[in-house]
């Protein structure tokens, strides 16, 4: 599986680590940001945790 840190399928640059979730997906947790994608390396969902700590 190749990832990318940047793009439509880009899981950021700050790598802090990942969880397997089920047969075809895993969250990998960056800075700020966290994401689920499949094992072909395609972004299934994106949590942004920057607004959040801007909205305080």
Known sequence: MTLSKEG???VGQCFMG???L???SMLFRCFNQDNIVD????KK???DFKS???DQ
Do not use: K
């Not at 094992?39 to 395609?42: D, I, K, L, P, R």
């Open 8 to 10: 439509p399928n880009g």
């Open 18 to 20: 990942f969880l397997l």
């Open 22 to 24: 089920d047969d075809d």
């Open 39 to 42: 094992w072909n390396g395609n």
């Open 45 to 47: 969902h994106q949590f």
């Open 52 to 54: 959040s700590y801007a």
